[in-house]
């Protein structure tokens, strides 16, 4: 099955300052990779995915990309504000309405104000 | 905007107890999920259904664990005899039919065994 590895686990940036979260996946098959953003006692939300189609995305100050060969996707988000603290979770799947998501183990994201 | 709404919030239960956990996915969606996550660590899929079967199962989806899709808006998951090791957040999440897998979470339900 997929297996995903997620780093760092936790991140601590200035705000203002740009964080990095890298994921790493097994199963060449998985073709769709969503970033899901948790805040405390939450539920996971959505806030950007990417698939094979494409080797980046940009949505405002974030933007995934993705590297099929090297089967390995990012998370950046520029110019960070205190509301992006967070837990960021990487996930692979392929492509079709009824599969199941593998997660990453989560980023914690701390922004010092 | 629709969103997926669970409940309860919390439950707290005995160990050998049955719990149902229920779920509302969202009205036009056709696929629905069952994922839980221990405090602290990763979200893990559990099962998915489509058209009243179930699609997926993990092996954490052992014979303990059954859903239901009662009637044409609820999707439950239960557990039949509860474990100390089921404590855990049990997120729902549903998808459209042709969404490219976009799954939408629900707030979770906060599964306690004492």
């Known amino acids: 099955g997929e297996n995903v590895e997620q780093h760092p686990s936790t991140l601590s940036v200035q705000e203002g300052d740009s964080a990095v979260i890298k994921c790493t996946y097994s199963d060449s098959a998985s073709n769709y990779f969503p970033w899901y953003k948790q805040e405390l006692g939450k539920r996971p939300q959505l806030i950007i995915d990417?698939?094979?189609?494409?080797g980046e995305k940009k949505d405002q100050r974030i933007a995934v990309t993705l590297n099929k060969t090297a089967k390995h996707f990012s998370l950046h988000i520029t110019e960070t504000q205190p509301e992006d603290s967070a837990v960021y979770f990487c996930?692979?799947?392929?492509?079709?309405?009824?599969?199941?998501?593998?997660f990453g183990a989560g980023t914690t994201v701390t922004v010092r104000a | 905007e629709p969103e997926v709404t669970q409940t309860p919030s919390h439950q707290v239960t005995q160990m050998g107890q049955e719990v149902i956990l229920r779920c509302v996915p969202i009205s036009n969606h056709l696929y629905f999920y069952w994922y839980r996550q221990i405090l602290g660590q990763k979200v893990e899929f559990l099962v998915s259904f489509y058209n009243n079967e179930i699609s997926e199962k993990s092996e954490i989806f052992d014979d303990q664990f059954s859903v239901e899709r009662p009637d044409g808006s609820n999707f439950t998951l239960k557990i039949r005899s509860t474990k100390l090791e089921d404590s855990a957040m049990y997120f729902c999440?549903?998808?459209?039919?042709?969404?490219?897998?976009?799954?939408?979470f629900g707030p979770g339900t906060r599964l306690t065994v004492l």
């Open positions: 990417i698939r094979s189609n494409v």
């Open positions: 999440a549903s998808s459209e039919l042709d969404s490219d897998n976009e799954q939408f």
């Open positions: 996930a692979a799947s392929k492509n079709r309405a009824d599969y199941k998501l593998s």
